[in-house]
C-alpha cells in the first residue's frame, strides 16, 4: 500500500511541475447518485463569487492529491483561474468506498455528477471532463450516456476501447501492464488470463466499449507517440470523425506529441523530457492547446479554435509540429528495409542462396524491458538508450542502415516481416526500433512481439505448434504503433530482434503447452532467415518527396530500368519527354535535365546508394509520373 501511495504522490506532484508546503482547502461534499449511494468530492471554487464553468476529473487514484495542485497549469493558484473545479472518487475507491456496488456502470455516475454539477448556484451549466488514462477513459462511458450538461471532454492517453490485442499483442500477454493494473486496484488478471485467445468474450466487450457514434460532444484527445494507446487513440478519433453526430464531428480534435503514458516519475504527458531525450518544442503543449478548447467550448472565447487543424501531430527527430486531417498523412509510400548478413539493414533485397543467424533463448535469462510504452512503476518509460542494456547480450541479433546521408521521414505504422525457424513447438519473436545517434546511444520508439503458435490468428482453431526447424513467415505488426519520428542524417534506423522483452511481454517457456502456468521451461533455438528466398524485412511508411504525385501520364509506356540500378539508369516512354527530377528520400532535388526525346539514359555514377525517386515530366507540368528506384 506504501509503494502504491507513493505512486500516485509522485503522479500528481510532477503533473503540476512543483511540490507546495500548504496543500489547497476545498469544498468536501458527497454526490447523491440515481440508487441513493454518494460519491465523495472536492469542490474548488474561484473566490469572488458569481457563476463558472466546470472542469470534471473522475479519478481512481485518490482526489486529495489534487489539493497540492489542480490540473491545466492552475496549480494552487485558484482564483487565477476562470473555471470551477470538481474532483471525484470513482465507487469502490477512496472516499466513494461506500458507494460501493458489485458492477458499477461509471458512465451514469459521471452523468449524475455532470448534472448536479448544473444545478449548483456556483455552475453556470456548462461542464467539460479531463484526465489521463483511466480518467480519460471514464469521460467516453460518461460520454456515452449523453448528460444534457456535458459541453465538452479532454480525455489524455485513452480510448473507450477494450480489445484483445491491448492485452495480447501478437498473442503475448502485456505481463507488466496487467500486473500494474491490478496493483492500481483495477483487478483485470484473473478474466484476462482466462481468455488468452480470442473468443466470444473478446468479441462482444470489444462491441460494447465500440461507441463511436454516441460521441454527442466536441472532444480534444491528447496522446503521446510513445504511449501504449497510440492504436487506441488514432482507431477512436477516426471512429468519432466519421461517426459522431453530423453537428459535432467537425469539432473533434486530435494532439498526438513526443510523450509516454506518465504516471510516475517525471515524465507526463506535457513535461518537456521524456526518457533520455528533451522535447522542448513540445513542452506544456497539452496544457495550453487544453485551455483553449476549453475557453472556446466552456467561456465562448473567440480564440480561432473553430478553425484549427483535426490532427496536430509532432514529428519526432525534426522536433516540429505539423497538421493533417486524417491519419496517416497522404504521400507516404511503403519501403522495405531488409534485414542483412553480418547486420546490415538496406533498401536491396539479398541476394545470397543461404543466410540465417540465431538466437539461444533461455526464459530463465530473458531480455530485458528497458524504455518503450511501460505503465509498471519500476519500469523505465519512454524513449531510452538500450545500447548497455539490452544490445550488448548474446541474445539478440542487430540489423544497422549506414550512418544516412539524408533523412529517413516515417509518417504511419511499421511492420515487420520475419521468416524464422524454431526448435520447439512454441516460441516468441521481439522486435525493437530504435534510432541510433551518431554517439552510439540507442534510443527505442517502437516495440513489437508475435507467439508461433498465433501465427495464423488469435482463435483457439487458428492455433497451431511450430514443426521443429520448419520455416515460416510472421508479420508483427499487431499493436506495433503508428508513429512520427525522422530518423536524421549522421543517424542510424536499427531493428533488434531477439525471444523475448521482459517484464513487457510475458517470456514463452517454449514447451508448446498451457500458457501463463507452470511448465517445463525450455531453452530455444530460433533462427531468423535473410536469403534471396526467405527475405526478411521492415516495411516503413516514408514520405513521398515534395510534389512527387503521380499524375495523368500513362504509366504503360513508360519504363525506368534496371532496377536496382548501378551506374546508368534508363527512361523509355511512348510519349516525349520534356523532363526529368530525381528527389532523395527527403524531398531534395538532385537531378534535373530537360529532354526532347523518348529514350534517354542518367548517369548515376555520383549518386550515393539508397532510395530515390524518379519524376518524369511528359509536355505540361501536370503530365507527369514517379516512380521509385533504388540504387546500389
Not at 486529495?64 to 465507487?91: C, E, H, M
Request: charged share 20%.
Amino acid at each position: 500500500m506504501k509503494q502504491k501511495l507513493f505512486f500516485l504522490l509522485i503522479f500528481f506532484l510532477t503533473t503540476n511541475s512543483f511540490i507546495i508546503a500548504q496543500p489547497l482547502s476545498p469544498i468536501i461534499d458527497s454526490i447523491p447518485m440515481r440508487d441513493g449511494k454518494k460519491l465523495a468530492a472536492d469542490i474548488y471554487i474561484p473566490s469572488g463569487g458569481g457563476q463558472f464553468p466546470t472542469i470534471l476529473v473522475q479519478t481512481p487514484y485518490n482526489r486529495i492529491y489534487y489539493r497540492w495542485g489542480l490540473p491545466l497549469q492552475t496549480g494552487i493558484n485558484l482564483d487565477s483561474s476562470k473555471y470551477a473545479f470538481v474532483i471525484i472518487d470513482w465507487r469502490c475507491f477512496y472516499g466513494s468506498q461506500k458507494a460501493c456496488i458489485a458492477q458499477p456502470n461509471r458512465g451514469q455516475d459521471g452523468y449524475d455528477v455532470v448534472e448536479w454539477i448544473a444545478q449548483q448556484t456556483w455552475s453556470d451549466g456548462k461542464i467539460g471532463t479531463w484526465g489521463p488514462s483511466a480518467l480519460g477513459k471514464i469521460q467516453f462511458q460518461t460520454m456515452k450516456e449523453n448528460p444534457p450538461h456535458l459541453t465538452c471532454a479532454v480525455p489524455l492517453v485513452a480510448g473507450s476501447q477494450f480489445n484483445y490485442d491491448e492485452y495480447y499483442p501478437g498473442g503475448v500477454a502485456r505481463t507488466e501492464y496487467i500486473e500494474q493494473l491490478d496493483n492500481l486496484g483495477f483487478g483485470l488478471s484473473t478474466f484476462l488470463y482466462a481468455h488468452p485467445f480470442y473468443d466470444s468474450t473478446w468479441s462482444y466487450t470489444q462491441t460494447v466499449n465500440w461507441y463511436p457514434s454516441l460521441i454527442r460532444v466536441p472532444t480534444y484527445m491528447i496522446g503521446g507517440w510513445y504511449d501504449h494507446n497510440v492504436k487506441v487513440m488514432l482507431d477512436l478519433f477516426a471512429g468519432i470523425r466519421q461517426s459522431s453526430p453530423l453537428n459535432v464531428r467537425d469539432k473533434h480534435r486530435l494532439l498526438m506529441g513526443p510523450w509516454a503514458h506518465g504516471g510516475f516519475g517525471t515524465a507526463q504527458v506535457g513535461t518537456c523530457t521524456q526518457g533520455d531525450l528533451t522535447y522542448t518544442e513540445a513542452c506544456h503543449w497539452s496544457d495550453s492547446l487544453a485551455l483553449t478548447f476549453f475557453d472556446y467550448h466552456l467561456r465562448n472565447i473567440t480564440n480561432g479554435w473553430n478553425t484549427s487543424p483535426f490532427i496536430q501531430y509532432f514529428q519526432m527527430g525534426e522536433n516540429t509540429w505539423n497538421s493533417e486531417t486524417s491519419w496517416p498523412p497522404p504521400g507516404t509510400t511503403k519501403q522495405k528495409f531488409y534485414l542483412k548478413n553480418g547486420g546490415g539493414l538496406d533498401l536491396i533485397a539479398p541476394q545470397n542462396n543461404s543466410d540465417s543467424s540465431v538466437i539461444i533463448y533461455d526464459p530463465r535469462d530473458p531480455s530485458p524491458t528497458y524504455g518503450g510504452p511501460t505503465l509498471r512503476q519500476d519500469l523505465k518509460q519512454g524513449p531510452w538508450d538500450i545500447s548497455d542494456t539490452v544490445e550488448t547480450r548474446s541474445d539478440i541479433l542487430i540489423f544497422s542502415t549506414d550512418a544516412l546521408s539524408t533523412n529517413i521521414v516515417i509518417k504511419g505504422k511499421p511492420i515487420v516481416h520475419l521468416f524464422v525457424s524454431t526448435n520447439r513447438k512454441d516460441t516468441d519473436f521481439s522486435i525493437r526500433l530504435t534510432d541510433v545517434y551518431p554517439d552510439g546511444r540507442s534510443e527505442i520508439f517502437s516495440d513489437g512481439i508475435k507467439r508461433m503458435r498465433f501465427r495464423n490468428g488469435y482463435r483457439t482453431s487458428d492455433t497451431a505448434s511450430a514443426i521443429p526447424n520448419h520455416i515460416y513467415e510472421i508479420v508483427i505488426d499487431d499493436y506495433l504503433p503508428n508513429t512520427a519520428i525522422t530518423i536524421l542524417p549522421g543517424h542510424r534506423l536499427r531493428v533488434d530482434v531477439t525471444s523475448s522483452n521482459y517484464p513487457r511481454f510475458n517470456n514463452n517457456i517454449n514447451n508448446g503447452g498451457t500458457m501463463y502456468v507452470a511448465g517445463d521451461t525450455l531453452t530455444a533455438t530460433d533462427y531468423v532467415y535473410y536469403d534471396k528466398i526467405h527475405s526478411s524485412y521492415l516495411e516503413l511508411p516514408v514520405l513521398l518527396p515534395a510534389n512527387a504525385e503521380n499524375k495523368s501520364a500513362d504509366d504503360n509506356k513508360t519504363e525506368v530500368f534496371p532496377n536496382p540500378a548501378k551506374n546508368i539508369l534508363n527512361i523509355k516512354s511512348g510519349e516525349n519527354i520534356s523532363q526529368i527530377i530525381i528527389y532523395d528520400i527527403a524531398g531534395s532535388v538532385i537531378y534535373k535535365s530537360y529532354e526532347k526525346e523518348n529514350n534517354t539514359k542518367v548517369d548515376l555514377s555520383g549518386f550515393e546508394k539508397g532510395m530515390y525517386f524518379v519524376k518524369i515530366v511528359f509536355g505540361k507540368e501536370d503530365n507527369t509520373i514517379v516512380r521509385k528506384i533504388v540504387v546500389n
